[in-house]
């Protein structure tokens, strides 16, 4: 990880610093990342994660990974391996700390018995509809459980047979005794278990209750030693129910502290939205490129380099902001502009016949692999009578401010000679099958002995060496800047980018890009960045659009 990820000051890290200076937790610096296994990360976890990582590394501290794994019914082993595939690849080490909600279930359970004996929970009969009811509103005070007087004897012994299987789900649930008119509703006799016959993915059938977020959490962070628990804002309100559990318990109690998550427009950062469109088939899984899943990120060719500056460039704060998607695609660009070969790649050929070079001749032309890079050096690519270039680079009737290929204008190819348009062949629907042109054998190299100008120089490909690819134009995935604030009836689903996928078969690459391996990442030369895709193969290359060259979106917005 870059170095300017660590040293970006803030205010978590000030909060630090006074730690330290006052000898808080002798000195310890230890964070971590908790993930729920109930789907595959997004770039706002990035976010998290990498936060949490850099803060640890910078003051030689400690990072932990830790799943938590308290609802079996939403969580699977596939969400385990993704979430660990996506951190390693994201560039955290959390080294040999691999930690999971469930190592800790027989702690909690001896917990909750430490608090039933200190008459501080107690096991409700409750239904669920009437426990909500009687928890009051934000203007009005939650009415005490019937079954809050239990004796302590009661509630160990139920609480007990709860763990033992004796009760049906939803039967009775473990709940803190705290104050049910506490204006932070959060406080009001929190539910700590419920009960639940489901089998979890690494303890099987052995539990039946399950530990509440709110209670798990700070047990998690107090047992594995945690100094900081840095989270998002939504979990400031809960900062006085973690604290609580904590102080009740006479145990370590960590630091909570809240910054602001990373908001990004034109998509969805809620895993409830995300889970929808991948059941929904409105997506090809969690690592579609569409989606701003890590997955789906590094499949459409985003960099961890990119990623990380893109998070360094966004800082943290207390306050909530809405990041432009444009930003993480300028950090995009700016890794591979340095780093990605050029190729000349043609997505939508029209035939060019130069009709006065030779029939049997094929030059190796030098082309440049990467002007930002001198040590890249350059390759030869084949010149020969038949070549493709795009069809949008021609126009048989072209406007003012159109400069590139049109009858009887020359241009330059790029690499390699000035071209002139002499003729149009069209079919007999007066579709447009090729253009008859010529070359200036002196202008070899793109410039003309003679000095005269072109105002446009063009891609290209020779027919009979190019290769067939299949390449996928990805582009945003909603609409409207926000699905947050939508007309009434309206969803996120009724914003959803038609055009997000394009996908173009038939395109012509260079011969080489055949044996490119998964991940290969390059510049189609004035088209934009490009990866290749896991369902590649030599017969059938596939390429996906990572970010076109320039921010298309800012000229639509404008126009």
């Not at 590394?57 to 082993?77: S, V």
């Not at 489901?198 to 039946?208: E, I, P, Q, V």
């Not at 804002?233 to 998550?261: C, M, N, S, T």
Request: hydrophobic share 35%.
């Amino acid at each position: 990880m870059e170095e300017k990820m660590r040293s970006k000051s803030n205010f978590i890290r000030d909060i630090i610093d006074r730690d330290l200076l006052d000898g808080k937790n002798n000195g310890r610096v230890h964070t971590r990342f908790p993930p729920e296994p109930n789907g595959h990360l997004h770039i706002g976890h990035a976010k998290a994660i990498l936060v949490n990582y850099s803060i640890a590394q910078d003051y030689n501290g400690k990072f932990n990974l830790r799943f938590d794994d308290t609802n079996p019914i939403k969580e699977d082993e596939e969400y385990v391996n993704a979430i660990i595939n996506d951190i390693k690849w994201l560039g955290a080490d959390w080294e040999d700390r691999l930690f999971y909600a469930s190592d800790y279930f027989e702690q909690m359970y001896e917990y909750a018995v430490q608090l039933i004996k200190a008459g501080k929970a107690f096991v409700d009969s409750q239904s669920a509809e009437e426990i909500r009811t009687n928890r009051g509103t934000v203007t009005s005070p939650g009415v005490n459980s019937p079954f809050r007087e239990r004796s302590i004897e009661e509630n160990l012994e139920l609480f007990s047979a709860m763990k033992n299987g004796d009760f049906g789900d939803g039967s009775h649930v473990l709940r803190a005794k705290i104050d049910m008119g506490s204006p932070n509703m959060l406080m009001r006799d929190p539910l700590m278990y419920r009960i639940r016959h489901a089998s979890h993915h690494r303890t099987g059938n052995k539990w039946c209750i399950y530990p509440m977020y709110d209670w798990a959490h700070g047990l998690e962070d107090s047992l594995e030693g945690i100094t900081h628990s840095l989270c998002s804002l939504e979990f400031q309100a809960h900062r006085p129910l973690y604290d609580w559990f904590l102080i009740e318990l006479g145990v370590h109690k960590p630091q909570q502290i809240e910054f602001a998550r990373l908001n990004l427009n034109y998509t969805v950062m809620s895993k409830r939205k995300l889970l929808e469109l991948v059941e929904e088939n409105l997506v090809n899984g969690w690592d579609d490129p569409r989606l701003p899943t890590l997955s789906g990120l590094r499949r459409r060719g985003f960099t961890p380099e990119a990623i990380q500056n893109f998070i360094y460039k966004v800082g943290v704060a207390k306050a909530h902001s809405v990041v432009d998607y444009a930003l993480l695609e300028h950090s995009i660009r700016e890794v591979l502009n340095k780093q990605a070969p050029r190729v000349m790649s043609v997505l939508n050929p029209l035939k060019v016949v130069i009709t006065n070079y030779p029939v049997d001749q094929v030059e190796e032309i030098d082309a440049i692999n990467n002007p930002e890079d001198p040590e890249a050096g350059t390759r030869k690519v084949p010149f020969s009578k038949e070549l493709y270039i795009e069809r949008e680079d021609f126009m048989e009737d072209p406007p003012k401010k159109f400069f590139r290929l049109a009858p009887g204008r020359e241009v330059r190819f790029r690499y390699a000679y000035f071209i002139t348009c002499n003729e149009v062949i069209k079919d007999e629907n007066g579709e447009i099958l090729e253009l008859q042109c010529t070359y200036d054998p002196a202008s070899k190299g793109g410039k003309s002995p003679d000095g005269r100008k072109v105002k446009a120089t063009l891609h290209w490909i020779s027919v009979a060496h190019a290769i067939d690819a299949e390449v996928r134009l990805y582009d945003r995935l909603i609409t409207v800047p926000d699905t947050n604030n939508l007309e009434e009836g309206k969803t996120f689903m009724d914003f959803i980018n038609p055009d997000a996928l394009k996908v173009l078969h038939n395109c012509k690459l260079e011969a080489h890009l055949a044996k490119a391996e998964v991940g290969y990442r390059c510049q189609f030369e004035r088209l934009g960045y490009f990866c290749v895709d896991p369902d590649s193969t030599q017969q059938k290359p596939v390429f996906n659009r990572t970010v076109t060259l320039r921010d298309v979106w800012a000229k639509l917005q404008k126009k």
